[in-house]
């Protein structure tokens, strides 16, 4: 069985500045949220906590709060953005 | 959490009808009970004291004198606040500091605004209190001011905070300025793409700092006991968030605090904050008596929350056939004492309605002596929406095109990139511009001195957190409860998605806003994301109620489970061989709630996704008196993509609303300072918010392109109306005058002055 379609994962230029060295895009396996950001925690100690405590993730334009469970499909955009704020 | 269980063939009996709202007779015969309402045994009367000045170093405060004075049980300053970490905790557009925020509840080093509360009293009269706040001295080193946004941005100008380094640029500056934060969206290239365009326009403009205007003030009472736990009743947006903030800044533990939501006379967004929670909690705890405060309408506008002023610069290059193909945005915000404006969201919102494949945002957050602003209807898109709107009006008078169609051309649809970052995921804002491009009154002919005027929005709207509980009675009537305030009709729509959901008449659910001990956590009723979140909440309860009455039945008849369905709110055998019963109501089932297992009750609790945004595009026809400047709103046509309206008076309400605040900051509102810094207009009589003589019978379309991710297709509602009108009247009072406003308020004597300065050119 062929490996799944990698997500893609996406991050604001300022955000990437500030905790990935710049770098705005990675490629992680599919699965969960949960997945992703261990992943992503995994290549930059510290930044886990901080994707789920900051932003709010948009899975193929889609936007959602970050929870665990959330499923990330194979090819999907996987977009941390800031979170909203309430008017 | 997703839900894609929208049944688009399904027909609906109680969404989409328009029953009487369950909190209504309490609202008009008076007994609903407001923030000011509470009261307790032995209860004390607080009073705070404000700073007379703009900018001011605190030297000493004395309150002896005060103390001495018979009725007066406490004082207290800032310093019997504990001191707070200076770090900004969570996202970064919605940053918390709590070192700011115990500061802005009460000033330590400095007094940053007139209206900055310095003290507090607590005293067994309201009379007693008032009079001893002028027994209170304080030692003030008054400073050099700075209130405009520009004006603040200046090398020179007076520093709020002698060490704020401006965070965001790269390498950080090494002197400190009234520039808090810097921020930077980028799509494609958009320097190197203005030179593709056939038309260039760039302008600048100014808006006005202008208030909620909240009909309430602010209110509360709050019991501290020995014992450490605590009580507080509280109009607010979210009293969960009211707990958490006043607990941290008392150094409680939140379950030690118990909040109990009171009705809510307004909030804007401005009652996402606290004022007088954490002095009335105070004053408690040092006087082992319950406190009451209130603040006077003087209060709310020296010292809460407006929504930012700003200078702004946009240019937008177009290719003659209407196409934009580049778009730059500098946008300049006061934040007011303390860091913290909407700009991010200005420069999200700005261009987000177009696909446009070039696009720069830079916004300045920038501190001045002014309350720090607070939330305000879809913070940051209407300001941004101001300028844009307008670029793209004389763009497309320069280029001939219909200003909808110019819109139409360039419209963003599912899968166009944002600027600032992922790519929509849902249409409705095309559909709201056809829905205008169809509206019969478009066409209308116009007179002398009368203009029309376009303008579109946009607003991302909320999810997040929310819990619900339903409880089935004995008698088969049925009460919900969730913690989102209630501000623009929501128990009526939870009531109609319970209904619905189950299967009852919308009279048999009674629907309430709970305590903070009662239900688990809701996050504020702002966003535009009550009806959205806590109705996925409210509808997941429902069904978990369901499955129970299922298996209820399934013990009455004896048979399995799985053997019984729930339709039209009966219990009903799944097929013939199930067995031959007649159907059981809920009302019967909930008759035997104790042997068939005792109180039939579901929770559920969500962290909603998949929430829609908002789009909105509105006309509008205005007339000019050239004698007088004023400004008279002939007609006003809103279009907004709903999703599904619940309830649709109260969506058509959000809608009205949002005009008609849209209405006063184009036209009148504004703060009047004087030299010194002092507000001049903190009243409602020379603060002129909208009144229902000023305003048109306004037409609203309802665009409904369901949100596939809410069981009935909801889409948040509340806030993207505010976002066009501004331009939209701009526009307008440039067709109808040839005059360009590039600054907020329009009012007469702005526009005369503009209009007289036209004539002499």
């Known amino acids: ?87 | 959490m997703l839900t894609r269980t929208k049944d688009e063939e399904k027909t609906l009996k109680v969404v989409g009808t328009r029953p009487v709202r369950p909190d209504g007779e309490p609202k008009v015969t008076g007994l609903a009970q407001y923030g000011a309402d509470f009261s307790l045994p032995g209860m004390l009367w607080a009073k705070i004291l404000r700073s007379p000045h703009a900018h001011a170093r605190i030297r000493a405060i004395d309150a002896s004198r005060a103390l001495a004075l018979p009725g007066v049980k406490a004082v207290i300053t800032g310093a019997d606040f504990m001191e707070q970490p200076f770090e900004y905790v969570g996202p970064e557009r919605v940053a918390v500091n709590y070192w700011h925020m115990t500061r802005n509840i009460m000033a330590r080093e400095k007094a940053l605004y007139e209206g900055h509360a310095v003290a507090a009293v607590a005293a067994v009269s309201p009379a007693v209190a008032a009079a001893a706040l002028k027994l209170i001295d304080v030692d003030y080193e008054v400073l050099p001011h700075v209130i405009d946004v520009d004006a603040a941005m200046a090398p020179d100008a007076p520093l709020l905070f002698e060490d704020m380094i401006t965070r965001g640029v790269e390498p950080a500056p090494t002197r400190p300025s009234n520039v808090s934060k810097q921020i930077d969206f980028r799509l494609g290239d958009a320097d190197a793409a203005f030179a593709a365009a056939d038309e260039v326009v760039e302008m600048s403009f100014k808006t006005a700092p202008v208030h909620q205007g909240y009909i309430e003030p602010h209110a509360c009472l709050a019991r501290i006991g020995a014992d450490g736990q605590g009580e507080l009743w509280s109009a607010s947006q979210g009293h969960f968030v009211v707990r958490a903030y006043t607990a941290k800044l008392l150094g409680m533990e939140i379950g030690n605090l118990l909040v109990h939501p009171a009705e809510i006379g307004g909030g804007f967004g401005g009652k996402t904050v606290i004022y007088v929670e954490p002095v009335a909690a105070m004053l408690s705890r040092k006087t082992g008596h319950p406190v009451k405060i209130m603040m006077s309408r003087e209060d709310v506008f020296r010292a809460t929350g407006p929504t930012s002023g700003a200078s702004m610069t946009v240019r937008i290059g177009v290719k003659k056939d209407g196409r934009i193909v580049a778009a730059r945005g500098v946008f300049r915000f006061q934040a007011g004492a303390f860091p913290g404006s909407p700009v991010m969201n200005a420069c999200m919102c700005a261009f987000a309605p177009y696909d446009i494949a070039n696009v720069h945002t830079t916004g300045y957050d920038v501190v001045c002596n002014r309350p720090k602003a607070a939330a305000y209807r879809a913070p940051g898109s209407p300001i941004s929406a101001f300028a844009v709107e307008s670029v793209l009006d004389v763009l497309a008078g320069k280029i001939g095109m219909d200003p909808l169609a110019l819109r139409l051309k360039n419209a963003a649809r599912t899968g166009t990139q944002t600027a600032y970052g992922p790519k929509h995921a849902h249409d409705g804002y095309a559909e709201t511009v056809e829905a205008l491009m169809k509206h019969p009154a478009y066409k209308l002919p116009l007179g002398r001195n009368q203009g029309r005027g376009v303008a579109s929005g946009y607003w991302f709207n909320g999810g997040g957190e929310s819990a619900a509980t339903v409880h089935i009675n004995e008698d088969g009537s049925v009460v919900i409860a969730t913690g989102s305030m209630d501000i623009g009709g929501s128990r009526a729509s939870m009531a109609m998605m319970a209904a619905e959901t189950l299967g009852v008449p919308y009279e048999k659910v009674r629907s309430t806003v709970a305590d903070t001990g009662s239900v688990g956590y809701n996050h504020v009723t702002g966003g535009s994301r009550v009806t959205y979140a806590t109705g996925i909440a409210v509808v997941e309860a429902c069904r978990k109620i369901i499955d129970d009455l299922r298996g209820r039945a399934a013990q009455i008849w004896d048979v399995n489970p799985s053997g019984v369905v729930w339709e039209d709110g009966h219990a009903r055998p799944a097929s013939a061989e199930v067995g031959d019963f007649a159907p059981l109501s809920l009302k019967a089932i909930a008759a035997k709630r104790a042997v068939t297992g005792g109180p039939i009750v579901a929770e559920a609790a969500v962290n909603a996704g998949g929430m829609a945004p908002g789009f909105a595009t509105q006309f509008c026809d205005v007339e000019v008196d050239p004698e007088t400047g004023a400004v008279k709103i002939l007609r006003f046509v809103a279009a907004q993509d709903v999703g599904r309206a619940i309830h649709p008076s109260y969506v058509e309400g959000q809608i009205q609303g949002a005009v008609a605040q849209g209405i006063g900051w184009a036209l009148n509102e504004e703060y009047i300072y004087d030299k010194n810094g002092r507000l001049s207009n903190a009243g409602f009589l020379d603060y002129r918010i909208p009144v229902a003589s000023d305003l048109p019978s306004f037409d609203v379309v309802m665009v409904a392109v369901p949100n596939p991710n809410h069981p009935f297709g909801v889409k948040g509602v509340g806030e993207v109306g505010i976002v066009p009108p501004m331009a939209a009247i701009a526009n307008a009072i440039q067709q109808a005058t040839g005059t360009r406003m590039t600054e907020l308020p329009m009012s007469p004597p702005r526009l005369l002055a503009a209009l007289d300065s036209a004539e002499g050119a």
């Open chain 1, 1 to 87: 069985m062929p490996p799944a379609q990698p997500a893609r994962v996406v991050l604001t230029t300022g955000f990437s500045q500030r905790h990935t060295g710049g770098v705005k895009e990675f490629s992680v396996e599919p699965g969960t949220l949960r997945g992703v950001i261990k992943a992503m925690d995994a290549r930059f100690p510290g930044l886990g906590d901080i994707l789920e405590e900051e932003t709010t993730v948009a899975i193929d334009g889609e936007i959602h709060e970050v929870v665990y469970s959330q499923p990330i499909r194979p090819g999907c955009e996987v977009f941390f953005l800031p979170k909203i704020e309430s008017g």
